[in-house]
């Protein structure tokens, strides 16, 4: 009987554990995050006992650089959406070769984005989210395109993670927005007759990972890796202490080596002075 209650009461405290990682506010886990590197979130996620989950896959890369700003790189809270392949037909049912019908395509259009291929996950956008859109087989379409993710950024949203689905490539890129995908992936056309809006903040699957609402998501040039909410607090302290340990070991040889100093090598606060401001367990392993 009491090999039983002691179970109880250490399953009861696990949840407990559980509960108080996921009721952590976002900007709690922004502030854990900030600057993290995806080799040593990866590292906290084997800690806590997932080995190999989370991690895309290679192909979903960074669309472009930065180590000089290391701009391309984010960490923040998933939103998510899905589009799919239409099953509707490619076009209005008007010949659109003729000038006279030039009205029929317009309200088809219109129709098209407002009613089946909109971007209605747009009002959850807030200051550090990241956006993750689960695109694949939607017909060569370009969902995202350089306007609408400036769009995005003026919202808050930090970064963008997709199968692929992106367009006016050139001009992201000179506009300096983070985007991860497949870029063999991209596509060209737009979202009328091609694909549809299926649902928004629910789970989805890029680069082979299941990715939930709220997930923290981290990108740099080894590529993306997702840590589910009900983890992201402990994951996140033992990245950070790893991160401080690098630094330091990494400045030595900098200072040795002659090295001109640069802000990867910057001091950080000491981890338990940081999580004790943070307000979460000051050493994450007890």
Known sequence: ????LMLLVFSFMCSLISFAQEDVADEVLLE?????RVTDVVDGMVTCGYMDVGVMDPKIAPLWRDVETMSHRFAGIAITARYGPTNRPMHPGADLTKPENYQVYR???GMWYSQLAGESFDEH?????VIVIDNKDDNDTGTTG??????????GAVGLVTVGGVRDIDEVILQKNPVYMDYNARGRGERIGRNELIDVQSPVV???????????IVADSDGVVVV???VAVRVGQIAYMELV???RGRLRHFESLGMELNETVETREAPAEFFKRLGIPEDPNK
């Open 1 to 4: 009987m009491r090999k039983v």
């Open 206 to 216: 890029v680069g082979g990972v299941l990715v939930h609402p709220g997930d923290v």
């Open 146 to 155: 350089s306007k609408n993710i400036l769009g995005w950024k003026a919202k």
């Open 228 to 230: 589910p909410r009900r």
């Open 107 to 109: 309200q088809w259009r």
């Open 125 to 129: 956008i807030k200051k550090g989210t």
């Open 245 to 247: 340990d690098d630094i």
């Open 32 to 36: 854990l995050y900030k600057g993290a």
